[in-house]
């Protein structure tokens, strides 16, 4: 079965620093692949995505993304935080024809970053 | 703007109550998700159409809840009876299928919080 395992409830890190949140996904097939960012009361938005191709992925707001196959793993980076980065990000992984298309999601990684 | 919307926003009832929420996926959309997000966990999936078909339905979507599209365009999801366990972010996606591919990206509404006291 598919699913998205994000070993870090959360993450505190000094403004300026270097980011970097986990992802490990297990899935059959060639993986669709998800980073979405959710502030408090708020709905998703759409960091980057991996579809195919370059394995290294450019995203909104100076996020990046880097597939492994080998190491069944995407994990989200970001070289320096800022406070306004604070927020619960979501590693995502999207089942194809088999799974119903459906979205499957980790359970987040709450990032706080401190002045 | 041309995004999934959803209403309401916020719902509070009380126990016992039935409600019902609203989503307008992107207008050529043919597929349409509804989600659940409880509080401090990722969103879960519920089910699914394809036009006016549902297609799969979670096992988390007890026979209080009923999803319906009527005409392949917006969708309700309705909760009978509700419970305070049923307090959650309820969030609605849509994509465009189509034949031969295998994955569409699914766009993500800003979801009704339903609050059960």
């Known amino acids: 079965a598919q699913s998205v395992t994000q070993p870090d409830i959360h993450i505190t890190v000094s403004e300026g620093a270097s980011l970097e949140l986990r992802c490990n996904y297990s899935?059959?097939?060639?993986?669709?692949l998800f980073w979405y960012v959710q502030s408090p009361g708020q709905g998703l938005q759409l960091l980057l995505k991996?579809?195919?191709?370059?394995?290294l992925v450019q995203g909104i707001k100076g996020f990046e993304a880097e597939f492994k196959r080998s190491q069944s793993s995407f994990n989200l980076r970001k070289p320096s935080v800022h406070w306004s980065d604070a927020a619960e990000y979501f590693c995502a992984v999207g089942a194809g024809n088999t799974g119903g298309f459906k979205t499957i999601f980790g359970a987040g990684t709450r990032l706080f970053v401190k002045a | 703007d041309t995004g999934v919307s959803q209403d309401p926003r916020h719902k509070i009832t009380k126990r016992g109550q039935n409600v019902t929420f609203r989503c307008d996926p992107i207008s050529e959309h043919n597929r349409l998700y509804w989600y659940r997000q409880t509080l401090g966990q990722g969103p879960e999936f519920l089910t699914y159409f394809q036009n006016e078909a549902q297609l799969e339905k979670s096992r988390l979507l007890s026979d209080r809840f009923s999803a319906e599209r009527p005409k392949g365009s917006f969708s309700t999801l309705e909760i009978q009876r509700t419970e305070q366990g049923d307090s959650a972010m309820y969030l609605c996606a849509s994509s465009l299928g189509l034949a031969g591919l295998s994955y569409n990206e699914q766009f993500f509404g800003p979801g009704t919080r339903l609050t059960v006291l």
């Open positions: 899935y059959g097939a060639t993986p669709y």
């Open positions: 991996y579809f195919s191709g370059d394995t």
